[in-house]
């Protein structure tokens, strides 16, 4: 393994294990049923990480830390199989290690450690929501879209230059703000399996670890399909551009 992969792997580790680690583990610290302002804690203590290991890693690994990302990035044409493979191995073992290590320091997983879950019963106003498996897989993918679309736009294009990991961070708040009443809005298969298997709670794990899939493969696919319409856009204006510019 030559240096240049292995210092990928490694950051997509840390990084990966930082998110289970502070995001999970403010989950897990700030617990259900406190409201809105423990929602925005935890969103933000996500999006933070993100961003500040997105700033720390971006120039080496491009700071994924979610195998949907990796997927996303792949189904665009920015990485190549093998590597991916290796991003999303990182990614997954960085996970399980960061929901164990939370184990420990927590005293076990009485406190669920962030698991993901769908809700039921939740208290909207005056009625009660339970989110079914088919909803909540279409949370998962619309969330896990929003994100890689983000990332592709902004860090994978370039087109917020370095300020891509604080566009990439605070999406992720804002996801978190609107899905972890519904879904635990992981949208990140390393992110759900990690307290996962520290837990032995697996439930819908098929939803979680497929639905960001899915939505990553659809944003990378409307993101190749937008920039080569662009493309062609500006390919097309080339020839009027020249027409009307005086010969010298």
Do not use: C
């Amino acid at each position: 393994m030559s240096n240049r992969i292995a210092s990928k792997l490694l950051a997509e580790f840390i990084g990966t294990f930082a998110l289970i680690f502070i995001g999970a583990g403010a989950g897990a610290v700030v617990g259900d049923g406190v409201g809105l302002p423990g929602l925005i804690a935890i969103a933000f203590a996500h999006g933070l990480t993100v961003m500040a290991f997105a700033f720390a890693y971006g120039s080496v690994s491009g700071g994924h830390f979610n195998p949907s990302v990796t997927v996303g990035v792949l189904a665009a044409g920015a990485m190549g199989t093998g590597e991916a493979i290796g991003y999303i191995v990182s990614q997954l073992v960085g996970g399980v290690a960061g929901a164990l290590f939370l184990t420990a320091v927590l005293g076990g997983t009485a406190t669920g450690l962030g698991t993901p879950a769908l809700a039921h019963n939740l208290a909207l106003g005056a009625t009660s929501l339970t989110i079914t498996p088919a909803a909540g897989f279409m949370i998962e993918a619309v969330l896990a879209f929003f994100l890689v679309t983000v990332v592709l736009s902004a860090a994978v294009a370039g087109r917020a230059g370095n300020l891509a990991p604080l566009a990439i961070g605070m999406t992720l708040t804002l996801n978190i703000i609107m899905g972890g009443a519904l879904t635990g809005a992981a949208f990140n298969p390393a992110r759900a399996l990690g307290p996962m298997v520290a837990t032995g709670n697996f439930n819908d794990a098929w939803l979680y670890l497929t639905a960001p899939i899915v939505g990553a493969i659809v944003a990378a696919l409307l993101h190749t399909g937008l920039t080569r319409l662009a493309q062609e856009g500006m390919a097309a204006a080339e020839p009027s551009r020249a027409a009307r510019t005086p010969a010298e």
